[in-house]
């Protein structure tokens, strides 16, 4: 009974998997960059405010 339940999962699995929409190479490529750009552009940005704080505290302290 476990086994045909378990079966049947794999089966529903890849019935799924052959129905996603993959994204082209291309698509990926240009998405991967965008994420790598924005997440640079928001460390830097809390760098920049931590270090305005960090100056900011020791100049009160």
């Not at 378990?6 to 993959?22: H, I, N, Q």
């Not at 965008?34 to 809390?46: N, P």
Request: aromatic share 12%; charged share 25%; net charge positive.
């Amino acid at each position: 009974m476990k086994f045909e339940k378990t079966a049947r999962f794999f089966r529903e699995v890849r019935a799924e998997m052959k129905s996603v929409t993959w994204p082209t190479k291309n698509d990926l490529k240009e998405g991967t960059i965008v994420v790598i750009v924005m997440s640079t552009i928001v460390a830097l940005f809390l760098s920049l405010v931590d270090l305005g704080f960090n100056n900011i505290i020791n100049l009160l302290f």
